[in-house]
């Protein structure tokens, strides 16, 4: 018995360390989706991200035994929020249809909505379209976790981490989510990003900082004394920190994305995508100096995608369209 709970213990900690990465569709020139999953298989990424429930994915999804992060596109909040109707069918079409042997992991209500981008017009249709899709998924028998995927420009400061709390104009939007998830055991996902941190000041951050590279501490916290080598949890305590100020402490979190693209901007080589990626995989296993422990993570993303724009947005792939990886990779 000793012996099977110590390999049960076994398997939930890769379960829990296991890093997925993000299936998007952005491209004219991606394979299959029944070749997607085989690839994924192949290379033992066993958790995706979909950022819409696309049919065919579904599909080839079935029997895979993948983890999945199903997303409602920001375009469809608005019917689900204003119409239950909506928001079952939804459910029933895209969820329950597929429930007997896809493994729904998440549905994320919602990618990178704010007050303050470009994203500003669905604010109002979040928080009603969780709340309605969440009560579908119930109605529906399924005990499937709803939340949504933020973007960190909601942070106001996140500098030392522990001072971390999102801005004063967007409190009255993320307050009453992070309430929602807390209220129902859910994780908060994010979208963190150290490459355009480190694009936006390459005076004051070092690559080796952004890439997981430095083998010192860079930024030392004067409050909670804890000493930072990277970027990557600089920025997730941060948003710990946040949440917590906007009575989200006992609220989970997801890195719901996190990548380095390989040509097209600052400092985007093959070399520090493979060096940011492989470092990220190993990294999330051991958590932030604030939270240790696994993190749960997606990388961005499977493929290059050329119908992208700018440049830059075209190139964060781990594998090119005809499925030869960029670099070498390692998801065990």
Not at 18 to 41: D, E, R, W
Not at 51 to 65: C, E, F, I, M, V
Not at 102 to 119: D, H, K, T, W
Not at 291 to 310: Q, R, W
Request: with cysteine; hydrophobic share 35%; aromatic share 10%.
């Amino acid at each position: 018995m000793l012996l099977l709970l110590g390999l049960l213990m076994s398997s939930l900690d890769i379960t829990g360390a296991q890093t997925g990465v993000c299936y998007g569709m952005n491209g004219n020139n991606l394979p299959s989706p029944q070749q997607v999953v085989a690839l994924y298989k192949s290379r033992n990424i066993l958790r995706m991200r979909l950022y819409d429930p696309n049919q065919a994915a579904l599909q080839a999804l079935r029997g895979s035994n993948i983890e999945l992060i199903l997303g409602v596109p920001n375009d469809a909040l608005q019917g689900i929020a204003t119409s239950t109707s909506t928001a079952n069918n939804w459910v029933q079409t895209n969820v329950v249809a597929y429930s007997s042997n896809v493994r729904f992991r998440y549905i994320a209500v919602g990618n990178e909505v704010s007050p303050v981008n470009g994203n500003s017009k669905y604010v109002n249709f979040v928080l009603p379209a969780m709340r309605n899709i969440r009560s579908a998924i119930t109605s529906a028998g399924l005990k499937i976790q709803v939340t949504t995927s933020i973007e960190t420009g909601l942070l106001g400061t996140s500098y030392p981490p522990s001072q971390g709390a999102f801005r004063g104009d967007v409190r009255s939007y993320i307050d009453p989510i992070i309430a929602f998830l807390a209220q129902n055991g859910s994780p908060l996902l994010a979208n963190v990003y150290p490459y355009f941190s480190y694009k936006a000041n390459t005076a004051s951050i070092q690559l080796s900082y952004a890439l997981f590279t430095s083998s010192s501490v860079v930024v030392q916290d004067q409050y909670s004394k804890l000493g930072y080598k990277n970027l990557f949890d600089a920025i997730v305590d941060a948003l710990y920190s946040a949440m917590e100020k906007a009575g989200g402490s006992s609220v989970g979190l997801v890195i719901s994305e996190s990548g380095w693209p390989t040509a097209g901007g600052t400092a985007t080589t093959v070399e520090n995508g493979r060096i940011y990626n492989n470092n990220l995989i190993q990294h999330v296993k051991s958590g932030t100096p604030k939270k240790p422990g696994s993190l749960e993570t997606y990388v961005f993303a499977l493929f290059d995608e050329n119908n992208k724009n700018p440049e830059e947005e075209k190139h964060w792939g781990l594998f090119s369209p005809n499925k030869q990886p960029k670099y070498q990779i390692n998801f065990s």
